[in-house]
């Protein structure tokens, strides 16, 4: 996947995650508590259906949307943007940084530790 994803778009797409297919109708409910218009609503699900990342069915005069992209893809790709925006790729420094900030739990940590153990 090479579109990115804008942070709007990934709340209508974690709705659909939880459950789909779904209506535009129904995605406009679910969402009510952002207190965007339907149009709105129906705006992202346009752009995620150019970006190739949800697909839809029409039923009578019903859409119905469903992703086509697994939540850990946008979730990885994502993370390997922010590692080169922000640590110019440098894994290390990542890492670095959250554990001298004190910023992993001890086990987070342990996590760490035991996923790096399992790759060697």
């Given at each position: 996947m090479t579109n990115r994803v804008s942070d709007s778009e990934k709340i209508v797409l974690e709705i659909l995650w939880?459950?789909?297919p779904l209506s535009s109708q129904d995605v406009?409910?679910?969402?009510s508590a952002h207190d965007w218009t339907e149009k709105t609503v129906k705006t992202f699900l346009n752009r995620l259906v150019k970006k190739d990342i949800l697909a839809f069915r029409?039923?009578?005069r019903r859409y119905f949307y469903s992703p086509k992209v697994e939540r850990s893809e946008i979730l990885s790709e994502e993370s390997d943007g922010f590692l080169k925006r922000v640590?110019?790729?440098?894994m290390k420094a990542?890492?670095?940084?959250f554990v001298e900030n004190k910023q992993l739990s001890s086990e987070e940590l342990k996590y760490l530790k035991d996923l790096l153990d399992e790759e060697q």
């Open positions: 939880q459950e789909s406009v409910q679910r969402l029409k039923e009578g640590f110019q790729g440098d990542l890492l670095a940084t």
